[in-house]
């Protein structure tokens, strides 16, 4: 059975050293929906989840995140992965990030840095 992912892309405006290009949200989600398809896995429609030029140290102002943990947690979750760049776009909060992340593993939505191979 192939998986239903979910993409998220975060990209702070204040990213140095790195061509505007390749931090794009558009960039991210190109780069996710093509390491999708090399997986042979799906896109779940409708669950790509998008917070641009949001510092990921703000996260009370990541609402697309909080829609997709909202989304992961619920009951009828409509994916099995969350597909992003690095593990540092879910949060750049070093105390938080291991709480979000071993949150979705609970919920049964583990993520997958595509620029890094899977995970867990």
Do not use: N
């Not at 829609?67 to 593990?87: G, N, Q, W, Y």
């Amino acid at each position: 059975m192939s998986l239903k992912c979910a993409v998220y892309a975060r990209k702070s405006t204040e990213q140095k050293g790195v061509a505007e290009e390749e931090k794009s949200v558009a960039r991210q989600v190109e780069l996710a929906q093509a390491f999708i398809a090399r997986q042979g896995w799906g896109l779940a429609e409708g669950h790509t989840y998008v917070d641009d030029g949001i510092s990921g140290a703000e996260t009370t102002k990541l609402e697309a995140r909080k829609k997709m943990l909202a989304a992961a947690e619920s009951a009828r979750r409509p994916f099995d992965v969350i597909v992003i760049m690095s593990l540092e776009r879910l949060s750049r909060d070093d105390e938080e990030l291991p709480t979000v992340v071993f949150a979705l593993r609970d919920a049964g939505s583990p993520t997958t840095p595509s620029a890094a191979g899977c995970w867990p």
